[in-house]
């Protein structure tokens, strides 16, 4: 009877199909998106399609970050489903636990959505109301005059031009709500303690600028401070263009610098690690470490290490290390009782 209990337990722990193909799906496009240039292959499809903004690869980041941000939330809320952990439990706790899963898919979108609204490359609201092109069309024709005014050759392009239409004050209130629900998920995904250093770096940053608001910045130590603008004019709006700069911000916001590895560095080498543990190469480099290592104690984990560092000397990065030969040598020493 409970070896039953434990079979149906298992079994239904499993994700099921739909998540794999989501997932496989995912990384395929991320490695067509980071296909290196082929002389002719983009003009191949733009021929074969008729569009001359037709892309293969190096796909629009304002569009692709968005669409894999909220891909990979519905990967998460299927594949660690609260509410699925939870099917034995009360109907009340299910309930929040369904609660839960969609607040973290909507949570994505609500961010994604309003990237789309606040970043200058894109400014969605303006695009559905019309402005966009009018202030399009009104920057290009400013840059024009002073060029001819400077003498400067006439610009067919212009920078984009701020949003005239985005989220105001409902920014941080949006930040702050989606950053709550991915905290209250990660309970269930990476644990409590995580979560608390997280709840607790938060609270840090928001006592300080209340502290900054409240009693200002000066003859106050500087790491109790948070300053959101000048002295002159303290005010909480201020910060909106902080909170603004967290999401859109490139090199540093939410959907810049982690959706930029993660298409550009983790999904390629999953696959490499993958195809190097199954070939010949994966086994030769770890007999060879093995056959370096082999009358040291412990060899096992100097052979991940000197695995390791010869596999260094080719990607020169360490997450990506981990990637490649993490498939081979973490599991091995796992089996032989490491922790």
């Known amino acids: 009877m409970n070896s039953d209990n434990k079979v149906s337990d298992q079994s239904g722990a499993r994700p099921g199909p739909v998540v794999y193909w989501l997932g496989v799906t995912l990384v395929i496009v991320g490695l067509i998106n ?61 309930r929040f636990g369904l609660f839960l899963d969609v607040a973290l898919v909507l949570a994505g979108l609500i961010i994604s959505g309003t990237y789309l609204v606040e970043l200058e490359a894109v400014c969605l609201l303006d695009v559905i109301t019309g402005d966009r092109a009018r202030l399009i069309a009104e920057a290009l024709q400013s840059e024009v005059e002073y060029s001819e005014l400077m003498g400067l050759p006439v610009p067919e392009t212009a920078d984009d031009p701020s949003c005239l239409n985005n989220t105001g004050g409902w920014l941080p209130l949006i930040l702050f709500g989606s950053v709550l629900v991915f905290l209250g998920y990660n309970i269930k995904v990476w644990g409590l303690p995580l979560v608390l250093i997280s709840i607790m770096i938060a609270s840090y940053t928001f006592l300080t600028v209340m502290n900054w608001y409240v009693f200002g910045a000066d003859g106050q130590n500087k790491y109790l401070v948070t300053i959101l603008s000048s002295e002159e004019v303290r005010s909480l709006t ?47 480099l770890i007999k060879l470490a093995f056959s370096v290592t082999r009358n040291m104690r412990g060899g096992p984990a100097h052979a991940a290490v000197v ?24 599991p091995m020493m796992l089996k032989r009782g490491f922790s």
């Open 307 to 330: 695995s390791s560092a010869m596999f260094g000397t080719i990607t020169g990065g360490p997450v990506v290390n981990v990637l490649s030969t993490g498939v081979l040598t973490i």
């Open 34 to 94: 980071v296909t290196p240039a082929i002389p002719g292959w983009d003009g191949l499809w733009r021929s074969a399609t008729g569009l001359d903004f037709f892309k293969i690869r190096r796909f629009p980041t304002e569009w692709l970050y968005p669409i894999v941000f909220v891909w990979m939330m519905i990967i998460v809320a299927l594949s660690h489903s609260i509410w699925r952990a939870w099917r034995e439990k009360s109907v009340l706790r299910r």
């Open 238 to 284: 201020s910060g909106r263009e902080f909170v603004r700069d967290a999401l859109v911000n490139n090199t540093a916001g939410l959907l810049g610098r982690f959706i930029n590895i993660l298409m550009l560095l983790v999904f390629p080498y999953i696959i490499l690690g993958a195809l190097f543990g199954r070939c010949a190469g994966g086994q030769a």
